[in-house]
């Protein structure tokens, strides 16, 4: 019998799933308005200097065009935090990509073509993109992304690492990597009566109508902003890209209604992207294997735009028992694109150098590489000395090798082939942050029966209507389709961004104390209710994001089994097996699949993901599809996400940890421990692509 879809973690369809497929769900661009423009920006073609002159008269002649907007005369913005944003402020090119300018016409082919005829001139200055550990301009950031200290130290590693019995002293290299979400970072503007409406493709809308208010210096109340269908963002749209301003700006101008939808090949240098990390891992142990001393040693590159460091030695602090300890960050500042927030920021690059640095210390030691991190496992947190709130990383691994058949493996490397293929099994482990931030829900009880829950969650994709739903349902005792739910727009009560996998925890928790004092008023009083229902509302303001004792993360275990070609260099992985425990799971469907997703982007990370910062050029070389390789059908086996349940009652009222990043985390090291395992090669530069894997198993 199937349970019914109410029961907690049931696996309920997403509630907007036939909107999608039938192609009614509207997007930022799909808003019916009449008069509506499009745009078309035009990026900067040097990587550093001035703009001298724009020329617009060209475009201005093209039918269709209604105006361009530059720096001489876009609308002036208020400062704000954030200095991507500062658009046609002025002549200043801070990389190539940057925007000069924006052509506003009646149609989109009109808003392309008077793009092409703009001509700009511009006096080129040198430029440098390219990041070394050495670069001069390196230095240490006060903090890195996320407000983490830049470096922290515990005992003398230095002099622990030159004792120890058994060492490992190896660098490994993460590109950039861009998100390219489905949907291109679109917004639509318009201005009617002193009030701006802004449908826009964002992870938060409520953070896109602040960054509005300040840069326009305008009253919050006079802006709205819809986010309600997102087709995807991993991070590049948990913050306002310029599509916002640009849109608004443009809106101001013409006083019609405007969509800047960014055609995909500019969003590498817009919307941010994931660093590049160099990574020098220093690993001591004793012969049991017990961590001596443990250094994790990253540069990345910010641009002159903005610092941004991407925090890629955080994970190290968390995960295991070492008796000294240094984690610490550089950052190169480069005529680069600003990078960003990208899926599992930090932990994505930074566990794929850790885990693979255990993999070779278990191979030093001649150690199973799962009894390995088993001996490492902490009894608090290594860094700050916290009990952790619940953590199954053990349990994880332990689960994982059952299920993956780890015990079967050889040991020893390159012993398997079949025909011109090696074959090679891998492991590695997984942690992400437990994250919450204040937010509100209103619940309202109405005559018919029905209930509304009304919260501006945002839904980029992961079911987080349908979560919200089954939370209220679970907490009223009511079938699930009683539960109509709202999400998705500043109309609504104001809820933190999709963002460090902290949507479900941040917004989960007012809806479920909402629906706990409802339920409490629907049980005291007897009758009809009034012609409005009944209403409740809670606020988690300095509670969810207070101080914790308690260290909250959640863990995994990934196990990996890859084909390596040795005529043609190709590597495909043949099995994929994650373990997690994350709390409890509130939605078998929509967990499965971001932990699923998460593993294909990790796949896709270890395999065929990789930008190319052009030193002649200064951009990404990659800025497309075609060039940029995400994962095909073909690419994927058939992939398994299993979770161990957590009780864990020092997180929220559902018990949940985050799930949307961890999927990602230790998926690239896994599978290129899997590259070792049959190859019997150390390759620590990502992508593994057919070239190098070629070179690393020729010597060449
Ligand atoms: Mo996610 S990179 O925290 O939006």
Redesign the pocket.
């Known amino acids: 019998m199937p349970e019914p879809a109410t029961a907690p973690g049931a696996p309920a369809e997403r509630r907007e799933g036939r909107l999608k497929v039938t192609g009614s769900a509207r997007y930022a661009a799909e808003h019916p308005s009449p008069g509506r423009l499009q745009a078309w920006p035009v990026p900067a073609a040097v990587a550093r200097g001035r703009v001298t002159r724009i020329d617009t008269a060209a475009a201005l002649d093209l039918p269709g065009v209604v105006t361009v907007l530059t720096p001489d005369d876009a609308p002036r913005l208020a400062e704000s935090d954030d200095a991507t944003l500062a658009v046609l402020q002025d002549a200043r090119v801070p990389h190539r990509g940057w925007f000069v300018a924006l052509v506003v016409a009646e149609s989109l082919e009109a808003a392309r073509d008077g793009a092409a005829a703009v001509h700009v001139a511009y006096a080129a200055e040198e430029h440098d993109v390219t990041l070394t550990e050495t670069h001069p301009a390196g230095y240490v950031p006060e903090q890195a992304n996320g407000g983490y200290p830049a470096v922290r130290e515990q005992g003398d590693p230095e002099a622990a690492f030159a004792s120890s019995e058994t060492r490992v002293d190896v660098r490994y290299r993460v590109p950039p990597l861009h998100?390219h979400p489905m949907e291109p970072h679109t917004t639509t503007a318009h201005w009617e009566d002193g009030r701006l409406t802004v449908h826009t493709s964002s992870?938060g809308s409520g953070v896109v109508r602040a960054v509005l208010a300040q840069l326009f210096e305008l009253d919050e109340e006079r802006i709205t902003v819809h986010a309600e269908h997102v087709g995807g963002?991993?991070?590049?749209?948990?913050t306002p890209r310029p599509d916002v301003v640009l849109a608004v700006m443009a809106a101001l101008r013409t006083g019609r209604p405007v969509t800047v939808a960014l055609p995909r090949r500019f969003l590498p240098a817009v919307v941010g992207h994931r660093a590049p990390t160099l990574h020098r891992l220093r690993l001591g142990a004793a012969p049991d294997g017990r961590l001596t001393s443990l250094l994790h040693e990253v540069t990345t590159h910010t641009s002159h735009v903005k610092e941004f460091v991407e925090q890629a030695a955080t994970p190290a602090r968390v995960m295991y028992a070492a008796a000294s300890s240094r984690t610490a960050h550089r950052v190169v500042p480069l005529d680069v694109p600003t990078p960003s927030?990208?899926?599992?920021?930090g932990e994505a690059p930074g566990m794929y150098a850790l885990e693979s640095a255990m993999d070779e210390l278990a191979a030093e030691l001649g150690m199973d590489p799962v009894d390995l991190r088993v001996a490492n496992e902490p009894e608090t947190e290594p860094d700050s000395g916290k009990p952790f709130s619940s953590r199954h990383l053990v349990e994880c691994l332990r689960e994982g090798a059952r299920r993956f058949d780890w015990d079967r493996r050889d040991p020893r490397p390159r012993t398997w082939a079949e025909g011109d293929l090696l074959i090679g099994t891998g492991v590695a482990a997984a942690t992400y942050p437990v994250m919450m931030w204040p937010s509100k829900a209103s619940a309202r009880a109405l005559p018919d029966g029905t209930f509304l829950v009304r919260i501006n969650a945002a839904d980029i994709g992961t079911g987080s209507r349908t979560v919200l739903a089954q939370i209220a349902a679970d907490v009223l005792e009511v079938p699930l389709e009683r539960v109509r739910i709202e999400v998705g727009s500043t109309e609504l009560p104001a809820a933190s961004?999709?963002?460090?996998?902290?949507g479900t925890a941040s917004w989960g928790w007012p809806v479920h104390e909402a629906c706990t004092r409802l339920a409490a008023l629907l049980g005291d009083r007897s009758g009809p209710l009034p012609g409005q229902g009944l209403a409740t509302e809670a606020d988690t303001a300095g509670r969810a994001d207070a101080d914790s004792p308690y260290a909250r993360h959640a863990f995994g275990a990934h196990f990996a089994e890859v084909a390596v070609d040795t005529v043609t260099g190709e590597t495909r992985v043949r099995r994929l097996l994650g373990v997690y425990a994350a709390g409890r799971i509130l939605n078998a469907r929509t967990a499965r699949s971001q932990f699923v997703g998460g593993m294909v982007m990790g796949l896709g990370m270890a395999l065929t993901e990789g930008s190319t910062v052009d030193a002649a050029f200064g951009d990404f070389t990659e800025s497309d599809l075609a060039s940029y390789h995400v994962p095909a059908h073909a690419d994927v086996p058939d992939i398994e996400a299993h979770w161990v349940d957590e009780d864990d009652p020092h997180l929220n009222p559902m018990g949940s940890k985050g799930i949307?990043?961890i999927g990602i985390v230790g998926t690239a090291a896994a599978i290129g421990n899997a590259a070792h395992h049959a190859t019997g090669v150390r390759f620590r530069e990502l992508p593994l692509t057919p070239d190098r894997i070629l070179t690393g198993l020729t010597g060449r």
């Not at 963002?233 to 948990?238: H, I, L, N």
């Open positions: 998100n992870q963002g991993f991070g590049s749209k948990g927030w990208m899926r599992a920021p961004l999709a963002g460090g996998s902290s949307g990043e």
